[in-house]
């Protein structure tokens, strides 16, 4: 089925972002290698080890860390050209997200996991691969500050799991969820649109100066 | 029993703590919510995950996961208050705290884990949430240089499973564990009662100057 | 056998590598005592998770933890000293990683694990404790910037397997393994062998400047 080779690009797309962030740290060329392969593949990781649905994928299909190390290979080799196709490489990753999230969501539910469970599993399939990212290149993990990447994600699952309960084929859930995730999220890319900013320390002076 | 209500007021406390940390890392609304419920329900995630006691809390209960997310809401509107309540609020956590790693060793104790294991098992109940809130906002973990936090989870643990082999009744096995680490944490926090630190960088320059 | 001694030794090398962070960081005795058991211990419990084979080692072996928490112990006190024997360590620290890496190599062969999983497995026991200690110290993980940290111990693995895919006996097949990967880690430490770094930034800039 196709959701498969979205899946493979979306772990390409992924793995690539690891290897930028392992870059902008130095760090050598099998150390880009690892954070790439992390990257692409730790979402699913996390989400098959926290809710115990063994094998991980990449120990079923090992092929797949050669395909992240691939993409970190080349993106070692044509850093330069990236920064160009900065635009069309986001998109992709909108991509990427939004077949995670639908993977993650699906495989939880066919587990027999009840659906508000399901929705969590395919959120963090979409956002902790980009989590295991930074904490290793020691930022802050950007999925909690960008352009509401993190709520796409949820809301993707909700949408997936109320068309799944409604009795909508599998085919047309798959499309729907798909296309609404991808599109939400390049649109929020495009026009900047982000959640508010939670500052704690802005919050507490500002009712200091209250009289 | 009126332990699973402790443990509700424990998970809600630790999301504030965790609430507040994303806030000092400017995070959007929607990473606080998430860095909320991996505070509150990260230590027990931990111990179920490193134990395979599957399935984890939040698995079972999806429920927790709306309590800490509004628990992370109110701390967004209401930051400016916390401050003034913060003593109140120290010795919440302190409760928080007895009550996860108590309810920690207990689980495991039950799923027949020997009390050696058990211990350690309450400990990371106890300290792992407040871990992954500090992994993920980039700060070096509180728990581990805070006054005596990790130290009180493990002795409570120790007294939970002493008192339990000498067969004091379980209702007051519970009692006195949860007393003592409270009344420890409390007063570790109001008199500033810290370890010691190895601080290795003067260790070895202090050696340098001995002629 | 005498590969548990050589395991035992590595657990507590990598305990004291640990303390010595925690210390960099100024952590109080007892989170310097935690650093130090995860980073002995880590290694193995980022595999047996990741592969589902549970018990992990130190749940079925308490008395690790004893070992670990005694190295961080002896190393608060003698610090000082340790800057001296810093190449001893080294060596040690090498062995270690040959250990780790050829028994979890091992450990998911006969869990029935296919050769390319097993030896991802065994890097990951090599390296992972070390990266959680640097994760936990807030630092960029050394193992993806040293030198050839982690390539030597994938190196390892690929060439255990080798061997005993052409039968040769358990023994000799961990003697050279083990060897080897000892080796090539001490020969890269004295000679300073180095994977070439990828710097993204340089990288990007290199190329604007050409017109």
């Known amino acids: 089925m196709s959701l498969h080779y979205l899946f493979i690009l979306g772990i390409c797309v992924e793995a690539i972002t690891g290897a930028i962030a392992a870059g902008r740290k130095k760090m050598d060329f099998f150390g880009v290698i690892i954070i790439a392969c992390i990257t692409g593949l730790g979402g699913g990781t996390v989400r098959d080890t926290l809710f115990n649905t063994h094998p991980l994928t990449w120990v079923s299909h090992p092929e797949y860390l050669i395909y992240t190390s691939i993409c970190a290979f080349f993106t070692i080799i044509f850093a330069h050209h990236l920064t160009r196709i900065m635009k069309v490489f986001l998109v ?9 999230v639908v993977i ?3 495989s939880l539910l066919s587990a027999g996991f009840p659906s508000s469970v399901a929705v969590i599993g395919g959120m963090l399939t979409g956002i902790c691969g980009g989590m295991l990212r930074d904490i290793l290149c020691n930022d802050v993990p950007l ?3 960008r352009e509401i990447y993190a709520l796409v994600a949820l809301a993707g ?3 997936y799991v109320t068309l799944e309960r409604y009795n909508v084929s599998h ?3 798959v499309i729907i969820s798909l296309s609404c995730i991808f599109f939400i999220r390049v649109f929020a890319i495009f026009f ?3 959640m508010p900013k939670f500052d ?3 919050s507490v002076n500002k009712r200091k ?3």
């Not at 992709?92 to 939004?98: I, W």
């Open 192 to 194: 900047h649109i982000e």
């Open 171 to 173: 085919e047309v859930d």
């Open 200 to 202: 704690y320390a802005k």
């Open 209 to 211: 100066n209250i009289p």
């Open 104 to 106: 993650g969501t699906q």
């Open 92 to 100: 992709l990753d909108a991509l990427g997200l939004a077949t995670f």
């Open 157 to 159: 699952g909700v949408l």
């Open 143 to 145: 999925v909690l500050r």
